[in-house]
């Protein structure tokens, strides 16, 4: 609908985003609602939302991925990206994000929040990307707009600027006061804010927030400066020309007041984002982007539909787009496009063309994936972007419940990844099992369920297998005998091996010392592939390493000995030999660096002491005031569900990387439990 009104900065994409339900999806239905694009706001509590459509957003009341959805406001077309929330499903914001020209970050005034919303002020500015703060469900206000403010503003780099304050009727918010614009309203529900008469206690409050908003603008603005020193009242426009200028530069976070679910505030954040907000070519510029004629796109997502095939959701930063055209990728793929779709929500339709700043969705580009640059030149543009996934934080083994879904459950798995990067599939090559890398426990059961609803495949998860090893405290010399006589050709292999303990993380030595050609040279490989086959599994049921074995003797038959008769001999040599070499069980120790909101950190050191862990230190966060890292070393065994609790401390914005230290002794009952349990499962 309107696509093909053009405003000067033309179409323009903005991104919704904010801490975990703080009210996006409900923007977004009240801005659709507010601009014509829909009849009447859904709601997510009853399902009937445009934004978080998905089954399992549905069902689990929550975005779980983006939503894109096109609408026009007094002429200019807009599409707004309704990012998820939860810091499990950022991934769809940090790929969407670097497409947008402007942000609304929705954000509340609960300081539990405010580690969420740090998190997602910081990826803005970093990118460089346009902000304003909408401050949500101010019907709810118990605090006074100054207090509030003070709160949020450790969570920007940035000023807050305030661009409205409210207007207080005893204990309610009952309108607004527009600084910029001198002009008080009262809010109407569902309906436009009435302009109203700013006098008294309300004009004596506009006049002192009014000034504080022009201080904080004037630092950037010597011409402003003088004019507030001479007390002379600056002229409007040049007002908005400089929250304008300060927000596209960065300078800025001009906040905005409203209640999404009553649809107050839509219409003045529109104006703003209108007058204010950046368009196509300030964006294609801060992304690198080299002018030219040929079209030119940036994928922010893959999505795969069940009947429809694949789409790649794309910002054309540049050019016109014909369906039909045939596009480079920066990946070094190419691709023809089969069909251009407007976004709006579930209900795309049909164009013939995109144009520069144009959010579209293109059809069957079975080869280009999320974060590709696409141009339709005649050679590979260069990529503009480069969004790698956080690294993963839970993981569980999957198999097909029915073995002959195995190929199904591989390519539902390629799908799932391909829509998201930030889920990884690991093939475990100890056991075999299928592992699930994923970003939370949310993030993991929406996996399963869209392997299960929309790729048909049902699947049994369990944790996945600890890489416990084995190893020996005491050297010991041993013979291996293998001889075998059934009609014909028999087999025989004989050799003696010296097996001894070497220090910890050396792994496996072989060597051979062989003397008057006792074991022939041609069966020297043979024996040590015997020793490593009897090296798979020691006595206690684990691969055993850290282990030196030595042929020292043996003897052989002219006419029986073979490579499989003497690989036989080694490998019975090392199971005889290895329960007697006081076989010890070692389990992987990894090193964990956590970040946390400082508040946090008392718990999150109880919960590393109750989960084996032995905590080296932790210092404040460079640069991120408010919050501390944790270093530790922790048992991985100790490490699989670990961000649910960390989760839970941290209101949900806490998060970790591991990597493997070393190989520690396990000894007495937890090394018999360790090894029963193993038993029993095999």
Excluded at 88 to 95: G, I, L, P
Excluded at 160 to 183: C, H, K, M, S, T
Excluded at 254 to 270: H, S, T
Excluded at 401 to 413: E, F, P, W, Y
Aim: include cysteine.
């Amino acid at each position: 609908m309107g696509q093909d009104v053009r405003s000067p900065r033309g179409p323009r994409c903005i991104a919704l985003v904010g801490p975990f339900q703080s009210g996006k999806t409900t923007l977004l239905e009240a801005i659709l609602a507010r601009t014509g694009a829909i009849k009447n706001a859904g709601s997510v509590d009853a399902g009937t939302s445009v934004g978080d459509a998905s089954p399992e957003a549905r069902h689990h009341k929550m975005g779980v991925g983006l939503t894109a959805a096109t609408t026009t406001f007094m002429g200019d077309s807009y599409t707004f990206i309704d990012c998820p929330g939860s810091i499990e499903f950022a991934h769809d914001m940090r790929a969407a994000l670097p497409a947008v020209d402007a942000a609304v970050v929705v954000c509340e005034a609960d300081e539990k929040k405010l580690p969420q919303l740090q998190i997602i002020l910081r990826e803005l500015e970093e990118l460089g990307i346009p902000r304003f703060l909408f401050l949500n469900k101010i019907d709810r206000a118990n605090k006074r707009i100054r207090e509030t403010l003070s709160t949020l503003q450790p969570a920007s780099r940035v000023p807050l600027v305030l661009r409205q304050i409210p207007i207080w009727n005893g204990e309610l918010i009952e309108g607004f006061v527009d600084l910029a614009l001198e002009r008080a309203f009262v809010y109407r529900e569902h309906k436009p804010s009435e302009v109203m008469a700013l006098e008294g206690g309300n004009l004596d409050r506009e006049k002192e927030a009014r000034f504080s908003m022009l201080e904080k603008l004037a630092d950037h603005d010597d011409a402003l400066m003088e004019q507030l020193l001479e007390d002379i009242q600056p002229p409007r426009d040049a007002v908005f020309d400089d929250l304008a200028r300060e927000l596209r530069e960065g300078l800025i976070c001009p906040v905005l007041l409203g209640a999404a679910a009553r649809e107050n505030g839509v219409l003045r954040l529109m104006k703003a984002l209108r007058h204010e907000a950046p368009g196509i070519t300030e964006t294609a510029k801060r992304l690198g982007a080299s002018s030219q004629k040929d079209a030119l796109a940036y994928v922010f997502k893959t999505l795969h539909l069940q009947h429809g095939g694949k789409l790649s959701l794309v910002r054309l930063l540049a050019g016109h787009l014909d369906d039909g055209a045939t596009l480079q990728s920066s990946s070094g793929e190419a691709g023809r496009v089969s069909g251009i779709l407007a976004v709006n929500g579930a209900h795309d339709t049909k164009r013939a063309a995109a144009e520069a700043g144009d959010t579209v969705a293109l059809g069957k580009l079975d080869a280009i994936k999320t974060g590709d640059t696409l141009s339709s030149g005649k050679t590979a543009p260069q990529a503009l972007v480069a969004i790698a996934p956080a690294p993963p934080v839970l993981a569980m083994s999957l198999a097909a419940t029915d073995r002959k879904d195995d190929v199904k459950l591989g390519q539902a798995l390629l799908r799932l990844n391909e829509e998201d990067p930030s889920l990884t599939m690991i093939q475990n090559q100890r056991t075999h099992d299928i592992v699930l890398w994923g970003q939370g426990e949310m993030h993991l059961r929406v996996a399963l369920e869209r392997l299960r609803d929309r790729f048909g495949v049902n699947v049994k998860s369990q944790p996945p297998a600890i890489g416990y090893q084995e190893t020996i405290r005491k050297s010991i010399t041993q013979r291996g005998r293998h001889k075998k006589q059934s009609g014909g050709h028999g087999q025989f292999g004989d050799v003696v091996l010296e097996i001894k303990p070497m220090p910890r993380g050396s792994g496996f030595e072989f060597q051979e010392k062989v003397v008057g050609g006792a074991v022939p040279r041609n069966y020297i490989g043979a024996v040590e592939e015997g020793v490593v086959d009897g090296l798979a599994k020691g006595p206690l049921g684990f691969p055993v390493i850290d282990v030196q074995v030595t042929l020292i003797d043996g003897s052989y038959h002219s006419v029986d000995s073979s490579d499989l008769a003497f690989r036989t001999a080694a490998r019975i040599g090392m199971s005889e030999a290895l329960p007697q070499c006081q076989p010890v069980l070692l389990e992987p120790i990894h090193m964990v660096e956590i970040v946390c909101p400082t508040e946090a950190t008392a718990k999150i050191n109880a919960i590393l002491s109750a989960r084996r862990g032995q905590i080296l230190g932790f210092d404040t966060r460079e640069n991120w005031p408010g919050w501390d890292c944790v270093r530790a070393t922790m048992p991985e065994a100790e490490i699989g569900d670990l961000i649910v609790e960390l989760r839970s401390a941290t209101a949900g914005a806490g998060s970790f990387t591991r990597a493997f230290d070393r190989m520690a002794e396990v000894t007495g009952r937890a090394a018999d439990q360790i090894i029963a349990a193993h038993r029993v499962a095999a």
